[in-house]
């Protein structure tokens, strides 16, 4: 098991990394699954030193209910975001810049939840608080903030807590 663990420091990223590959390489053969192979081999194992304590994911179920939702997200985003654009004269739109209090603490969840804004069209994650407690978003065209932030909060950083923490 100790020697499974040094040739796969991180197996899932393992797996993640050749499966990119594979889509990256665009036509499917056996040397490009062995090339992707290597290289979920050789880069988890080249930057295992600088995840001294890789967080560990709680709840799997919830891993692939999240990724879901934030697919639907941004799917649902980019309609809306075309309706403004499209639609929508720039003198009815009304940009806001929304303060999101954060429960979550580890980094790697905080990371996460940014990331997931930004992905979302409409929306940036622009600045984090020193102490990490707020997050600081910019939304295309919001009449109510507070709606934004409560979304933000149920839709993404419940589901992150019951992931990471």
């Given at each position: 098991m100790k020697l499974l663990r040094r040739?796969?420091?991180?197996?899932?990223?393992?797996?993640?990394?050749?499966?990119?590959?594979?889509?990256?390489?665009?036509?499917?053969?056996?040397?490009?699954?062995?090339?992707?192979?290597?290289?979920?081999?050789?880069?988890?194992?080249?930057?295992?030193?600088?995840?001294?304590?890789?967080?560990?994911?709680?709840?799997?179920?919830?891993?692939?209910?999240?990724?879901?939702?934030v697919l639907w997200d941004i799917v649902v985003a980019n309609v809306t975001v075309a309706k403004i654009i499209l639609f929508k004269r720039d003198a009815d739109r009304q940009p806001n810049w929304v303060c999101i209090p954060l429960e979550l603490r580890t980094p790697e969840a905080i990371t996460v939840l940014a990331g997931t804004i930004t992905m979302t069209p409409g929306t940036v994650s622009c600045d984090l608080s020193a102490q990490g407690h707020n997050l600081l978003v910019h939304c295309l065209d919001t009449s109510d903030p507070d709606a934004v932030r409560d979304q933000i909060k149920q839709r993404y950083e419940r589901r992150l807590k019951e992931i990471f923490e």
């Amino acid at each position: 098991m100790k020697l499974l663990r040094r040739i796969f420091p991180h197996p899932h990223l393992t797996i993640l990394l050749t499966l990119v590959w594979l889509l990256l390489a665009n036509a499917p053969s056996l040397n490009s699954l062995v090339f992707g192979l290597i290289l979920g081999i050789i880069i988890p194992f080249v930057t295992q030193p600088y995840w001294p304590d890789r967080p560990k994911l709680r709840n799997w179920p919830m891993v692939v209910e999240y990724m879901l939702v934030v697919l639907w997200d941004i799917v649902v985003a980019n309609v809306t975001v075309a309706k403004i654009i499209l639609f929508k004269r720039d003198a009815d739109r009304q940009p806001n810049w929304v303060c999101i209090p954060l429960e979550l603490r580890t980094p790697e969840a905080i990371t996460v939840l940014a990331g997931t804004i930004t992905m979302t069209p409409g929306t940036v994650s622009c600045d984090l608080s020193a102490q990490g407690h707020n997050l600081l978003v910019h939304c295309l065209d919001t009449s109510d903030p507070d709606a934004v932030r409560d979304q933000i909060k149920q839709r993404y950083e419940r589901r992150l807590k019951e992931i990471f923490e």
